[in-house]
Structures are given as C-alpha cells and as structure tokens.
C-alpha cells in the first residue's frame, strides 16, 4: 500500500474529466442545497403555524403514502441511468419505456394507497391529505428526464428547474399561512410542486433536444428493465419501510403530536442525507466508465469514494448533534423540545446512510442488486421489530434508538457474503486514506 500524496491529489483535479463531474456535482449541491435551505426554514415556519398535531398528521400521511412509493417508480431510476451511460444511443427507448412504467405506477400507487387507507385511517383529515399527496406522483414520471440530463453529466439545466419550482413552492406556502387556509390547503402546495417541475422537465429537454420527450414504449427494453429493477424495487419497499415506517408506527402507538415531534427531529437530522446520494449519482458515469477500462482505476476510485463518505457523514453527524438543541430551540419553538433529544440521537445514523449509499452505488454496477436487496430487508424488519419493543418502554426516543440500531445492520450485513466482503475492508482503508497498488 502507498499512501496517497499532495502530487497525485492535484494532478488528479486537474484532469479534465474530474472537473468536469466536479462541475456538474457542484451545480447538483447547489441546487439542493438551496433547495433545502428555503424548504428548511419554510418548512420551520410550517410546523409552528400548524402545531405538532396537525404537523404531526401531514407528516403520517406524506410517510404513508412514500410507503408504496415504490409502485410509482418499480425501482427502475438507477437502473435507467446506468444504462443511459453504457447504451447511449437507445435513449429515446430507455426514456419513453421508462416514463410509462413509471405513469402506470403512479395511478396503480393512488389507487392502493387510497383503498388501503379507507380502510386502516378512520378521521377525514388523514386520509385527505393521503388522497392530495398521493397524486404527486403521477408527475414524477417526468423525473426520467433528470436521469437523461444525469447521464450526460449536465445537471446545471435540471438544477434551475428545481430552484425556480422550490422558491415558488415557498411563496405560495407563505401566502397560504398568511391567510390562514389551514393543513389542506398546505399539503396540496406538493401537487403544485410536482406539475411545476414536470414543466420545468420537459422545458430544458425541449430546449437541447429540439423534441419533446419520446413516450413510445419498446418492449424487449420493457422486460429488460422490469427484469433488472425488480431486486431494486423490493430494496426500495425495504428501504422505505425503515425510512417511514417509524412515524406510522408513532401514529398508530402513540398519537399524531407524538409524530409531529419525531418528525421535526427528523427533518433535522436527515437535511444532509441528499449528499451522498447526488456524489454518488453525479461521479456514476466515471465509476461505470472505471470499471470498463481500467480496474486499477476503478478500485481506486471506489477506496476515494468511501472516504469522502465516511468523513463527510462523521463531521456532518457532530454537527447535527451540536447544532439540534440552538436550532430546535430557536427556529422551531417551545412546542417541539423533545425533538432535541431525538435528534441528537438520530444524527448518529448519518455515517452509516453515507457509508450505505457508497456500497449501493458499487453493488448497482456490479449488478449485486440481491445482496443490496438483503441489506435493506435486514434494515427494515429491525427497524419494526425494535420500533414496536421500544416505543411501548421510551415513546418517541425509543424510535430513535430503534432507527439508530437498525440502519447500521445494512453495511454490516454486507460481511457475510463473499463478493462484498472485500468492500468492507476498502471501507476500513478508506478512513486511513489509503490505496492500493493493484
């Protein structure tokens, strides 16, 4: 092993190609970032207006219906953007066959989740605002779009389209707590946001493309990709059922204050789990290309991947901690002081998502989907049993703990199978910053 040195760092950001993805990675932060910073203080002026009640009940009902998110999108956006990076020329089939799958998911997604809820919520409120939250879902067929802009490493065009849908999302929230019209009127301001942005979508690909997105479906790419994202649409159930299914559980045990609490002390911890996700997505196309034509380079680039990771979850993690209790307190209110407990406890789970989406994103190019779909399915059935054994004994802090204990099994998990074993050993490298001379 050598270790890595100040003259292969620098000749590595120059090279032509780094800039480039750092580019367009730089544009994907700033855009959710300032997304997030708008949604964030905005979403604080939401959850004071409505109270931990009724804040409470809009947050059930948007984690009930993400519950059966996975019916809107079949797990096939991470395989479309690989395969618009390998097969470049099949764009419009992959585009077209994807947008439909996607479409027809989303209705089937409003017709289950609504039916379901019928019969399991009794109060009119919940499930109106399962019924208004659950139509954004239709529009998020035109998210194929970003894959395509993603896939040709110019995310600048998608990011503009975000921040003009997100500063008009927190215009017209304001507007609608100025005039008092309440958590209906609240939660429908989703749907608006979904239309805005699917317009926005099929604006910039109009603009490169000088054609409106093709939306014919080919069916040998159909059953390749219902074939290939079948093991990620059951991660994705799995994965949502332990990223959702604590606040359902609170609902169900407790009440929709309780929920509202927990929620604030989620919207917290997790503001900087888009993170690793848009590193990951934007350095894809570099890591598949790695892996196409140099191995050396593509093991290096996995060991640079984790580390920036691992730190980045560690020092963003100490922060949440130290910051919760001030910013709770202060942009929050009184109402929401239990949330501080919470969330110092939470905030410890940002390492293990970070290290998480590292792995996803090898696991995805190696095509070792079943192994990711374990992970996940271990995360989410740890994460029920010990929401329902701890929520009875500590309330909403045993929630926490539940959630903390059950989101590190994932990485874990990966050490009993032989082909990801060696990851976790990269991930241990990866923290002393080292590389391999293969």
């Known amino acids: 092993m050598e270790k890595i040195n100040l003259q292969n760092l620098k000749e590595k950001i120059a090279h032509p190609g780094f800039q480039r993805y750092f580019k367009n990675t730089g544009w994907v932060f700033f855009g959710q970032f300032f997304s997030l910073v708008i949604a964030f203080f905005v979403g604080a002026y939401v959850a004071r207006y409505l109270g931990p009640k009724n804040f409470g009940s809009m947050s059930y009902a948007i984690s009930f219906v993400s519950l059966f998110g996975f019916l809107a999108g079949f ?15 099949k764009k419009d089939e992959l585009l077209g066959t994807s947008f439909w799958m996607k479409l027809v998911g989303g209705l089937l997604l409003i017709i289950t989740v609504n039916t379901i809820s019928f019969f399991t919520n009794s109060d009119f409120l919940t499930k109106t605002l399962i019924l208004i939250f659950s139509f954004t879902f239709i529009f998020q067929s ?12 110019i995310s600048k065009k998608v990011v503009k389209a975000q921040i003009v849908t997100s ?21 429908s301001i989703y749907i608006f946001d979904s239309i805005t942005l699917a317009l926005g979508f099929i604006f910039i690909y109009y603009k490169k493309e000088k054609i409106f997105l093709k939306i014919k479906i080919n069916k040998t790419i159909l059953i390749s ?5 079948a093991p990620i649409m059951f991660s994705v159930i799995a994965l949502t059922i332990y990223g959702k299914i604590d606040q359902v559980i609170i609902k169900k045990m407790l009440d929709e ?7 604030v002390a989620v919207k917290i911890s997790e503001i900087w789990y888009f993170i690793p996700g848009l590193i990951c997505t934007s350095l894809f196309p570099a890591i598949v290309n790695a892996k196409k034509t140099d191995p050396r380079s593509y093991k290096k680039r996995i060991i640079a991947l984790y580390s920036l990771l691992i730190y980045l979850g560690l020092a963003l993690s100490i922060i949440i901690f130290f910051l919760s209790e001030p910013v709770i307190g202060l942009v929050f209110g009184p109402a929401y002081l239990l949330s501080i407990k919470i969330s110092k406890i939470y905030a410890w789970s940002g390492i293990s998502v970070f290290l998480m989406t590292g792995f996803w994103t090898y696991l995805l190019n190696e095509n070792y989907t079943k192994i990711y779909l374990f992970a996940t399915i271990t995360g989410a059935v740890s994460n029920i049993i010990l929401n329902l054994i701890f929520i009875p004994r500590y309330g909403v802090i045993g929630s926490a703990y539940a959630t903390l204990i059950s989101y590190w099994l994932p990485p874990l998990s990966l050490i009993l199978f032989k082909k990801t074993r060696p990851q976790i ?4 490298k990866s923290i002393a910053m080292y590389k391999d001379n293969v």
């Open 75 to 89: 797990g096939v956006d991470s395989i479309l953007n690989r395969e618009l990076v390998k097969c470049p020329e």
């Open 257 to 263: 204050t309780a929920v509202g609490v927990y929620a």
């Open 425 to 428: 050993l990269l991930a241990i």
């Open 142 to 153: 035109f998210n194929v779009i970003g894959s395509f802009f993603q896939s040709q490493v």
């Open 225 to 229: 990709l219902l074939k290939n994202s």
């Open 167 to 187: 500063l008009l999302s927190a215009v017209i929230k304001l507007i609608f707590i100025y005039l008092n019209l309440g958590v209906i009127w609240i939660m």
